[in-house]
């Protein structure tokens, strides 16, 4: 039985997530859940599969009525689990949250009791990624605030299931360091796998799942290119000009995957793919310039790998997120399928063409902010989450989310791009590059 703490769970890989466990009860129990503001939801998910430690990152839900639901939910949850392990049908009850750890102003709304947990606020639901009962922490929170959550998890030695791709992206120079000492730890204690990779880090996003999976077996020395798929988002085919009037209601509709707001503007400008680039050279060792981007509209071929003698190793699969999360909750086994494969029969042609750079430049300017490195990637998606926030909001136009995201840059640059240090470092950065953006929305 995997332990699992979802992070996010009541968004679009959350809610999956929890999909996949329903189908296999008996491989998966979730331990802790933290949502951003949706108490609600939260609540109903802790009571369907009985979870004692929850956490929700808006502190003002503190006030409201849902918070006295979800203490009362953590407290008879934590009182099964004591009773369970009073019968000796489970290991000992977890530590409150409230009762030890990094105590900060946020965790002064937290209620516990011996054995279930609630917080309000980002330490809270980082404080999540380290619960000693957990194995496996799926980060599916969005935007830079799951970078914590996911330094946090390696740390503590728990597997990390990650579709928080800025993590990576702010990071990856800091998150790829701890993995490889999370695997290393796994062969000396035994947890990794006989074969293949030792799985500290198993990531969600389907391009990087299929990537991973046909490096399997494979040297990475013979390894020549990397093919990231993209479909092309809803605007695939317009030039730049007739982008200039895109409306969010638009630019939210997408072709051929049903995900959160922020991810969706992201494919349809394919920042997404840009932030794919970089998350790839990080979590594969890759040099940029052996990753190219190639899109393909159907979004059957997940990506590709190309190596040294010619040959492509492609996945394929169903176009559902479930499939790419179990197995990143199953590796190394693969259980049953949680949605119907593929049907080749029906799937008609594939189609590849090159991305426009031109008339979607948020690829490009991701792509030079993963060369150049340092801190830059770090500024370029700041800037592009409040330009994106600003977008859905009505108050920036969609042609303004890259002019944003370079001028941020451009004046990172000119004030100096720094090595990658801490955590510490990157939220500075961050926060500085928020009010740059700002100032920049148009
Ligand atoms: N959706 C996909 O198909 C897909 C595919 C590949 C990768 N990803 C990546 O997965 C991540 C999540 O994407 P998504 O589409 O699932 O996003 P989403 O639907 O917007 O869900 C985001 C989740 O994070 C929670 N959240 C947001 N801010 C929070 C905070 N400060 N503290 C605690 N919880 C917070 C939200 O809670 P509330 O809703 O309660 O506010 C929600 O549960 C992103 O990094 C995305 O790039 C997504």
């Known amino acids: 039985m995997k332990r699992i703490v979802v992070l996010g769970s009541t968004g679009s890989i959350g809610t999956q997530t929890l999909d996949v466990v329903r189908r296999h009860p008996d491989k998966l129990q979730v331990v802790a859940l933290a949502a951003g503001t949706r108490g609600e939801e ?103 605030a799951g970078l914590r959550a996911s330094y946090d998890a390696l740390a503590a030695g728990k597997v990390l299931a990650l579709a928080n791709k800025e993590s990576l992206v702010v990071g990856g120079d800091l998150i790829m360091p701890l993995a490889a000492q999370a695997d290393a730890r796994r062969r000396t ?53 007739q982008l200039a009037d895109v409306a969010a209601s638009e630019a939210l509709a997408h072709p051929t995957w049903n995900m959160g707001a922020k991810i969706t503007i992201d494919s349809s400008t394919l920042m997404n793919k840009g932030l794919e680039v970089i998350e790839a050279h990080h979590l594969f060792a890759m040099p940029y310039d052996r990753i190219s981007v190639v899109v393909q509209p159907q979004s059957a071929i997940h990506s590709m790998v190309e190596f040294a003698d010619g040959s492509v190793k492609a996945h394929l699969g169903t176009t559902d997120m479930r499939i790419p999360i179990q197995y990143a909750l199953s590796y190394p086994e693969r259980w049953d399928a949680p949605v119907a494969p593929l049907d080749f029969t029906q799937l008609g042609s594939l189609e590849f063409a090159a991305p426009d750079e031109d008339a979607f430049r948020c690829l490009a300017l991701a792509r030079r902010a993963g060369e150049v490195g340092g801190t830059l990637p770090c500024a370029m998606n700041a800037a592009n989450e409040v330009a994106v926030a600003a977008f859905l909001a009505g108050e920036g136009t969609y042609l303004g989310i890259a002019e944003c995201v370079e001028a941020v840059m451009e004046a990172h640059e000119a004030s100096g791009v720094q090595r990658v240090e801490s955590l510490e470092q990157l939220e500075e950065l961050d926060a500085w590059a928020r009010c740059e953006a700002r100032r920049n929305v148009r």
């Open 42 to 144: 939260l609540l109903a998910q802790a009571r369907e599969f009985g979870v004692r430690h929850l956490a929700v990152g808006d502190e003002r839900l503190a006030a409201e009525v849902v918070a006295d639901d979800l203490r009362a939910q953590a407290m008879q949850a934590g009182r099964c689990v004591a009773a369970a392990a009073a019968g000796g049908a489970r290991g000992a009850a977890g530590a409150s949250l409230a009762g030890g750890g990094s105590g900060t102003d946020a965790r002064a709304a937290v209620a516990a009791d011996e054995e279930g947990s609630l917080g309000f606020g980002a330490d809270a639901v980082a404080a999540l990624a380290q619960l000693p009962e957990a194995d496996v922490v799926v980060n599916a929170l969005v935007g830079a």
């Open 189 to 241: 204690e035994g947890g990794a796998p006989a074969h293949g990779p030792a799985g500290a880090l198993m990531p969600i996003d389907s391009e990087h799942g299929a990537i991973y999976q046909c490096l399997i077996g494979e040297d990475a020395r013979e390894v020549s290119r990397l093919w990231v798929t993209a479909s092309g988002g809803p605007f695939r085919g317009r030039t730049r000009a």
